[in-house]
C-alpha cells in the first residue's frame, strides 16, 4: 500500500519537486491546512505580504530577475480577488506565476457561503489556464501540469483553486513526468526554409532594424548573448521595447534606444522608414506602433514569436517564424555563417547610407531636456541614479507614470532581468512589491524602485514586509506631487484642466519611513542630490528617498495618441502646434 | 456589408466580413464551455450560433459548433486562440480544433 498524503502535504511535496525556494502569501481560513502543513518544509521560504496584490507582483519580480516561475498563496474570496490585478498583469507580460488559492469546501461550492467566490471564473480570463480540483486524486497531477503550463511556450499566470476538504483529504503521490510534451521543441514549429528566407531578406535589405522585444527576455540569458551576436554579425540597428530592455547593451552605438510612444526619435523613425523590419519576440502592441494605419508603411516584416496567435493578430507580416526566440536566432546566426555571409562587412555600404540617416535623427538628441541648477529635474534624478549606481549590478523596478517612462529612457540596462516594470497593464502600485520579489531572490543586490507618490501609495504597505524580512529595497520617489502622466494627457488633451490629478495631501515620507522602522531620506535641491543618492546606496537597509522633483516636467518625446511614428513631439514647442484632435483624443 | 459588433474593430482595417463554423472537440467537463466562449465574449466578438454535446462518451468529448461572423483577420485570431486553450485531459492531443467553412 502507497502512502497517503494530505492534500496540503501534497501542495509542499509538488512545491519541493518543482524546485521552489520562496513563495509570497497571506493566510485565510480557506487555506489553513496549507498553512499548517509549512513548517514541515524547510527548503521553502514563506514571505508574508501585507495585501495579496503584492504577493502577486512580489512573485513577478522574483519570475523576471530569476526566469523561474513565481508562486503565490491566497486564501478565498477576497484573498483571491486582490491578486486578480497582479495575475492580469503577469498575464499581460507574459510572467510565469503559479498561484494557489484556497476554497470553501467542495460541497459549499455554489452557496454563497463565506468568503466564497467563483475564482476559476473570475480569474479565467487573466490566467493561461486554472483547475478547481474536486478530486483529491487530480491534485498531484494539476499541480505539476501548473508549473508546466505556467513556464512553456509563451510564459504566464495559472491558478490552482483548492477546496479546504481537498486539502485534508489523502491520497497517493506521484512526481512529475519527464517527459514534457508542451515544451519548447513542440513549440519550435519553425523550419530551415524560413530561416533561409529571413536570411535572404537580410541580404537585399538596405534599411534594416531589429525590433526586440520581452521575448528576447523571456527566452532565458543564452537569448540575449545570441541577439548581441547577431546584431554585430549583420551590423543592423537595434530598438527595443520597454520589455525587452536589457536584451541587448542600453549604451552600444547599434543600439537606436526604446522605440513607441515615448521611445527615441530615431528608433521611430527609423521603424517608420525601414525596409526590413524584424520582430523578436515584440507583439506589436499599440504604445509602440502608433497610428497603425500608417505604421512602417514601406518594410518587409518578419515576426519570430512563440506564440501562433500573435503573429497577425495586429500587423499582418510578410514572414512569420513561430518558435523561441533562442533557437530561432541560433539557427540565423549559423545560416549566415554558414553562407559566409559577413553581414556587417558585405552590407556596410548598402547600409551605410541608411546609419548615416540614423545619425542625422540622432542629432536631435531627443532625450534632451533643459536642466535647472535650483529645482530638481526628474530625468537629471534619473541620469544621477544611474551614474552613482551603474558600476554594479543593479536591479531597477518601477511603478507606472512619467517616472517609469524617464526610467526607460535615462537608465542604461546592459544586461537581462534587470529591469521589471508593468508594460501591458500598466499597474500603479507594481514596482514597491516586484521589488521584494527582486531582493528575495537576490539579497546581496542593490535593488531600486523608480517610483511616482501617487503609485507608491497603492502598495506603500509591503513596506511592512521588507522591514520584516531585511530586504534593503530603496524607493526612490520622483515626488512632483502630482499623477503627472495623467496630468501631462490633461495639458495636451483636455485644455489644462487639471481634474483630479493633484495630490491635496501627501504623507512626510521621510517620517513615513521612520513609522515603518526604516530610513527616510529626502532631497530637494540639485546640490544634494548626489550626496542623498550615496547615502540612500550605502545604507543596508529598506529606505523611502523622497526626491522632490519639477512639477511642470513632461515627458518627451512623445507620439501622440492616433498619430504615425514619424509625428514625434520634441518638447512644448511641437505639442502646441499639434493639438489633438478628433479621434485621436479618444483613444488611450 | 455588416458592421463589425467588436468593440475593438479599428474601422479602418475592415476586411470582408464572412460567416464562418468553427468546431472544437474539448473534454466534456465542468468549465470548458465557458473558456471557449470566454474567448469570443473577452474580444467583442459575436456567437451567432452555438451547439454543444457529448458525441464520444468512452472518451469523454464534446464538440462545439460555433458560428461567426468576422473579418479574415478576426477569424484567424479566433482560430488560434481558440488553438492554445489547455485541454484538461492528461492527452494533450485530444482538444482539437477544425476550421469548416
Ligand atoms: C492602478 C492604476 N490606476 C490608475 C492608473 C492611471 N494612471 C496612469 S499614470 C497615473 C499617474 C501616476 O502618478 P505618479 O505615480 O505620481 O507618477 P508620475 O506620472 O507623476 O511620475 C495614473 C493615475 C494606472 N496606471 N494604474
Ligand atoms: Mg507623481
Not at chain 1, 483636455?494 to 515620507?509: G, M, T, V
Amino acid at each position: 500500500m502507497p502512502k497517503l498524503y494530505s492534500g496540503a502535504e501534497i501542495v509542499f511535496k509538488c512545491l519541493e519537486d518543482q524546485n521552489v525556494e520562496h513563495i509570497f502569501g497571506y493566510p485565510g481560513g480557506a487555506v489553513l491546512p496549507i498553512y499548517d502543513e509549512l513548517k514541515n518544509h524547510p527548503t521553502i521560504k514563506h514571505i508574508l505580504v501585507r495585501h495579496e496584490q503584492g504577493a502577486g507582483h512580489a512573485a513577478e519580480g522574483y519570475a523576471r530577475s530569476t526566469g523561474k516561475p513565481g508562486v503565490v498563496l491566497v486564501t478565498s474570496g477576497p484573498g483571491a480577488t486582490n491578486v486578480v490585478t497582479a495575475l492580469t498583469d503577469a498575464y499581460m507580460d507574459s510572467v510565469p506565476l503559479v498561484c494557489i488559492s484556497g476554497q470553501v469546501p467542495t460541497h459549499l461550492i455554489g452557496t454563497d457561503a463565506f468568503q466564497e467566490c467563483d475564482t476559476t471564473g473570475i480569474t479565467r480570463p487573466c490566467t493561461k489556464h486554472n483547475w478547481l480540483v474536486k478530486d483529491i486524486n487530480d491534485l498531484p497531477r494539476i499541480m505539476h501540469e501548473a508549473f508546466e503550463v505556467a513556464t512553456t511556450g509563451r510564459p504566464g499566470p495559472v491558478l490552482v483553486d483548492i477546496p479546504k476538504d481537498i486539502q485534508f483529504a489523502k491520497a497517493k503521490y506521484s512526481k512529475p513526468k519527464k517527459e514534457k510534451k508542451l515544451n519548447g521543441k513542440v513549440l519550435n514549429k519553425f523550419n530551415q526554409k524560413e530561416i533561409d528566407q529571413l536570411v535572404d531578406l537580410m541580404k537585399k535589405a538596405s534599411k534594416p532594424v531589429f525590433y526586440t522585444g520581452g521575448g528576447v527576455i523571456n527566452s532565458g540569458p543564452k537569448a540575449s548573448e545570441l541577439l548581441r551576436e547577431l546584431v554585430a554579425l549583420t551590423g543592423f540597428p537595434i530598438t527595443s521595447t520597454l520589455q525587452g530592455l536589457g536584451a541587448y547593451p542600453g549604451d552600444d552605438n547599434q543600439f537606436l534606444g526604446m522605440l513607441g510612444m515615448h521611445g527615441t526619435y530615431e528608433a521611430n523613425n527609423a521603424m517608420h522608414d525601414c525596409d526590413l523590419l524584424i520582430n523578436i519576440g515584440a507583439r506589436f502592441d499599440d504604445r509602440i506602433t502608433g497610428k497603425i494605419d500608417e505604421f512602417s508603411p514601406k518594410s518587409k516584416k518578419v515576426h519570430i514569436d512563440i506564440d501562433p496567435s500573435s503573429i497577425n493578430k495586429i500587423v499582418k507580416v510578410d514572414l512569420a517564424i513561430v518558435g523561441d526566440v533562442s533557437d530561432v536566432i541560433k539557427s540565423t546566426t549559423k545560416t549566415l555563417k554558414k553562407k559566409n555571409l559577413n553581414l556587417e562587412k558585405s552590407n556596410k555600404q548598402k547600409i551605410s547610407k541608411w546609419w548615416q540617416q540614423i545619425q542625422k535623427w540622432r542629432t536631435k538628441k531627443s532625450l534632451n531636456f533643459i536642466n535647472s541648477d535650483k529645482i530638481i529635474k526628474p530625468q537629471h534624478a534619473v541620469q544621477r541614479l544611474y551614474e552613482l549606481t551603474k558600476n554594479q549590478d543593479t536591479y531597477i523596478t518601477t511603478e507606472v507614470g512619467q517616472h517609469q517612462m524617464w526610467a526607460a529612457q535615462h537608465y542604461k540596462f546592459n544586461k537581462p532581468n534587470r529591469w521589471m516594470t508593468s508594460g501591458g497593464l500598466g499597474t500603479m502600485g507594481y514596482g514597491l512589491p516586484a521589488a521584494i520579489g527582486v531582493q528575495v531572490a537576490h539579497p546581496k543586490k542593490l535593488v531600486v524602485d523608480i517610483a511616482g507618490e501617487a503609485s507608491i501609495l497603492m502598495t506603500m504597505q509591503e513596506i511592512s514586509t521588507a522591514v520584516q524580512y531585511n530586504l534593503p529595497v530603496k524607493i526612490f520617489i520622483l515626488n512632483n506631487q502630482y499623477m503627472g502622466m495623467v496630468r501631462q494627457w490633461q495639458e495636451l488633451l483636455h485644455e489644462k484642466n487639471y481634474s483630479e490629478s493633484y495630490s491635496e495631501a501627501l504623507p512626510d515620507f521621510v517620517k513615513l519611513a521612520e513609522a515603518y522602522g526604516c530610513v527616510g531620506i529626502r532631497a530637494e535641491h540639485p546640490d544634494e542630490l548626489d550626496e542623498k543618492i550615496e547615502e540612500m546606496i550605502n545604507t543596508d537597509r529598506p529606505v523611502i528617498f523622497d526626491c522632490h522633483v519639477d512639477q511642470a516636467e513632461n515627458c518627451y518625446p512623445m507620439i501622440p495618441s492616433g498619430k504615425p511614428h514619424n509625428q514625434m513631439l520634441l518638447g512644448p514647442k511641437d505639442q502646441e502646434a499639434n493639438k489633438i484632435t478628433g479621434k485621436g483624443k479618444s483613444l488611450v | 456589408m455588416a458592421k463589425s459588433k467588436s468593440a475593438y474593430s479599428t474601422p479602418t482595417k475592415l476586411g470582408k466580413i464572412d460567416t464562418h463554423i468553427i468546431v472544437v472537440w474539448v473534454d466534456n467537463e465542468a468549465s470548458v464551455l465557458s473558456r471557449v466562449v470566454g474567448l469570443f465574449s473577452g474580444r467583442g466578438y459575436n456567437i451567432e450560433s452555438l451547439a454543444v454535446a457529448e458525441v464520444d462518451q468512452k472518451n469523454n468529448l464534446s464538440r462545439i459548433t460555433i458560428v461567426t461572423t468576422g473579418t479574415p483577420q478576426v477569424i484567424e485570431q479566433i482560430v488560434l486562440q481558440l488553438k492554445k486553450l489547455v485541454p484538461s485531459s492528461q492527452d494533450h492531443s485530444t482538444s482539437s480544433v477544425k476550421f469548416l467553412a
